[in-house]
């Protein structure tokens, strides 16, 4: 994960970046892309994990949590390998 502290942009793993601009925050990530079918199903379990994971973070960097630390990628990393894990198992 890189942050600069003149950018107001933090990389996370997977692809997901997240802007913050004042209270605003936007994410653009390849999660989804690594998670789910590239069709899915409108009641896909992956899709609303992947859209449950993205709000999660956008509603975290809009309340000023800083993410740009080691622990937000690790946290990350373990909340998309239990998401997986989960996926595997149903």
Not at 5 to 33: C, F, K, M, N
Not at 77 to 89: G, H, P, R
């Amino acid at each position: 994960m890189t942050h600069h502290p003149t950018s107001p942009t933090t990389h996370l793993p997977y692809g997901i970046d997240i802007t913050v601009t004042g209270q605003r925050a936007s994410l653009s990530s390849e999660l989804r892309a690594q998670l789910v079918d590239p069709s899915p199903a409108r009641d896909d379990p992956a899709l609303a994990m992947v859209h449950a994971i993205e709000a999660l973070l956008l509603a975290l960097a809009a309340e000023g949590v800083d993410l740009s630390g080691p622990g937000a990628s690790r946290a990350v990393v373990t909340a998309v390998e239990s998401v997986a894990e989960y996926l595997c198992s149903i």
